[in-house]
C-alpha cells in the first residue's frame, strides 16, 4: 500500500482528489487499496522538557547545568495521540511512504521525525509540492524524488530543533536564576534567533539616545543658461567635510556663497545618456513582508498568514515560505497558462495581461537562483478572488503585477548629469526623462519605485552642452543638522534580519558569513518577531518597533556571544551546510555542546560580579511596583489573574489580596 502523509488537512484533501480519493475515513482518505493519503498537523511530537529526562530538573538552579541529553527523546503530544496512532497504523502497513508535507526543512522534519519513531523501515519517496492547484500537484505526484535526495533536509531539522532546545533550556534558566539573586521575579527566555533579533533593536534604540547631531550646510545655487535656469548643489572640498562628505565649515561656505553669487561660470560637463530599468523581481516571503509594511502598514505575520492562505485555501499563488526571487527555466512554458487563469480569475486584469509578451526573456528565469522554492507567482488554476479578505486581494494583486511585469518591457529613460564650474567651485545635478514607461504602467505607487530617493531631486533640465556659459544668479545656505539611523520598522528589521552580514562587526563571524546570510529563514521571521513581542522584549510604537526596559535587560545580562547575530547567522550556515552534504548533524551538535558547556561553566563562576555590573542596574528598572499590605503592612505586588489585575500580599501569613482600583 502506498501512504501519502501530508503536513495538514487541507493539504491531504487537495492531495487525494488530484489522486481520485473520494472515500473519507477517520483520520485517512483511502481508495480501498492501492492508495491512502493522511495527515498530520503539524508537529506531533514534542521534545523532552528537561524534567522528562529527570523529574530532578524540575527546580531551576545553576547547579543542575548545563543540561545535554545523552539520548535525544521526543513524546506524542496530547491533542495529537489520536492522529498519531491512525498514521502509525497506516505506515505500519506502508509498502512506500510518500512524505507530501510541506518542502522545505521544516515539512521533512515533521514527516521523518514520525518515521524514525515507528522504526519505518521501507521505501521512502518525496512529493515536492511548490503549489496545491491541481496541474502542481499532479506534477509533483509525477517527479517524485528518491529518500537520499531530501533526508538531509531532516537532518538539519534535527540540528535546528536540538541547537534551539540546548541554547534555549541553559540560558533561559541561568540567566533567569541569576536576575531571581538580583530580585527579579521574571522569566528571561533565551533563544538562538530571538535574542539576537532584540539584540539588532536595543544597540539601534542606544545609538538614536547616544547620538549627537553635528551641524553642517548646505548650499544651493540657481544656475542661468541661455534658455532657462536650474539648481544644482555645491561640491565641497574634502577638508571642509565630514566621512559623509557634508560641509561642516560654515565660515568657508559663507564665503564661497559671496564669490559665487551673481558670477559668471561654465557648464564643465553636460552628459545626456539612455538608461534601461528591468523590472523588480517577484516574491520571496521576506520582500513580500517588505513590500506588504510599507505598503499597507501590515506585520510579518499578518502577511505570512495571508499568503498561507492565498496557497491552501484559494490556490491562488504558490508555496509562500520561499527564499528566492527567481523562477525555474522550466516555467517558461507556463506563463501563457498562468496569464488565462488570472483573467479567468478576475477580468479586470485581461488589459494589463494584454500589455505583457509572455515570449520575452525575463531575467527572473534563472535556475542557478533556486533551490527548493521558486519566487511566490500566480498559479495556473482559476481562484474566486471574491472569497479573499482584503489583506488577501491586496497581496494577491501585488504578487500578480510582479509576474506580469516580468513581460514587459524595461522602463526607459534619459538621464544628463550636469557640472557647472564657477570661481574654482563646483556645482552637480541631474535631470532625469522618462522615454518609456514599459512595466511602469502595472504600479500606481512608489513602493515599487527603486529610484524613488533620487527621483525626487531630479528636475527637467534644459538643453544644456559642455563649455556652455553660465551664471549663478542666486544662491542659498541652509543650515542643517545631522541624524541618527531611525529606529526599525517592520520592513527594515526584516531587511535587517535578512542581511544580517552587514550588522555583524566581529571579524571572526564577517570573514566566514555570506553576503546573504541571515537570521532566522524565510518561515521563521514572522514568528521570531511575534515572539519577542509577546515575551515583552519589544514593542511597536505605531509603525516603529522598539526595545522595552525587558529587552534591554536582557541584553545587558547576556554575553555578546549570546545577543550576536553574527555567532546564530553563522550556526544557520552550518544547517545549510548539513542539507548540501558538507557538514554532519553529529559533528555540528558535538560542537555546540562543547562551546555551551564551557561558557555556561563561566557564566556560573562570575554570576555575582553579573548582577554588581551594569546588568545589575538595568535588571532593577524590572522591579515591580509595590505598595504596603493594608492587613498587615507587607509588600503589595500587582498580578495579573484570569479576570484581570489584582494586589496580592507577598507574607504568606497574610496572603491578603486586593481590587486593582
Known sequence: MNVYLCEKPSQAKDLAAVLGIRKREDGFFTDGGQNTVTWAFGHLLEQFMPDDYDPALKAWNVESLPIIPEVWKSKVKKSAAKQYKIIQQLVGRASV??????????????????????????????????????????????????????????????????????????????????????????????????????????????????????????????????????????????????????????????????????????????????????????????????????????????????????????????????????????????????????????????????????????????????????????????????????????????????YIAQFYAPYEYQQTDVVVTCREQTFVTSGRVPTAQGWKVLFNDAVDDEDQEKKEDDQILPPLNTGEPAQIHSAELADKMTRPAPHFTEATLLAAMKNIARFVDEPKFKKILKETAGLGTEATRAGIINGALTKGYIKRDKRVIKATDKGKAVISLVPHIISSPGMTAAWEQELEKIVSGDQQLSVFIKQLEGWLSKLVGQIKIHSHEIISSDAGAQLKSLAPVTLPCFTCGSDLKRIKGKNGFFWGCQSRACNKTFQDN
Open 97 to 402: 511512504v510518500y512524505i507530501a508535507t510541506d518542502y522545505d526543512r521544516e515539512g521533512e522534519t515533521i514527516a521523518r521525525d514520525l518515521l524514525e519513531r515507528f522504526r519505518y523501515a521501507g521505501a521512502i519517496k518525496r512529493v515536492p509540492l511548490t503549489s496545491l492547484d491541481e496541474i502542481s500537484i499532479r506534477e509533483a505526484l509525477n517527479n517524485t524524488l528518491d529518500d537520499y535526495q531530501t533526508k538531509p533536509l531532516f537532518f538539519a531539522g534535527q540540528a535546528r530543533t536540538r541547537a534551539d532546545w540546548l541554547v534555549g533550556m541553559n540560558f533561559s534558566r541561568l540567566f533567569t536564576v541569576i536576575a531571581g539573586q538580583a530580585g527579579i521575579r521574571e522569566t528571561f527566555h533565551i533563544g538562538r534567533v530571538i535574542t539576537p533579533l532584540v539584540g539588532l533593536v536595543v544597540a539601534r534604540d542606544k545609538s538614536i539616545e547616544s547620538f549627537v547631531p553635528e551641524p553642517y550646510c548646505e548650499l544651493t545655487a540657481s544656475i542661468q543658461v541661455q534658455r532657462r535656469s536650474f539648481k544644482a548643489k555645491w561640491v565641497p572640498p574634502e577638508e571642509v567635510c565630514d566621512s559623509e562628505g557634508r560641509c561642516t565649515n560654515k565660515a568657508f561656505a559663507e564665503q564661497v556663497l559671496n564669490d559665487v553669487r551673481g558670477q559668471k561660470g561654465v557648464i564643465s560637463k553636460a552628459e545626456t545618456k539612455d538608461h534601461k530599468a528591468s523590472a523588480p523581481l517577484p516574491f520571496s516571503l521576506s520582500n513580500l513582508q517588505m513590500y506588504a509594511s510599507k505598503a499597507w502598514g501590515y506585520t510579518a505575520q499578518d502577511v505570512l498568514d495571508a499568503a498561507q492562505s492565498l496557497y491552501e485555501t484559494h490556490k491562488a499563488t504558490t508555496y509562500p515560505r520561499t527564499d528566492s526571487d527567481y523562477l525555474p527555466e522550466s516555467q517558461r512554458g507556463d506563463v501563457r497558462q498562468v496569464f488565462q487563469a488570472m483573467i479567468l480569475s478576475d477580468d479586470s486584469i485581461s488589459g494589463l495581461v494584454a500589455g505583457a509578451d509572455p515570449d520575452r526573456k525575463a531575467r527572473a528565469f534563472n535556475d542557478k537562483k533556486v533551490d527548493a522554492h521558486h519566487a511566490i507567482i500566480p498559479t495556473r488554476t482559476k481562484c474566486d478572488i471574491s472569497k479573499m479578505s482584503e489583506k488577501e486581494r491586496n497581496l494577491y494583486d501585488i504578487i500578480r503585477r510582479r
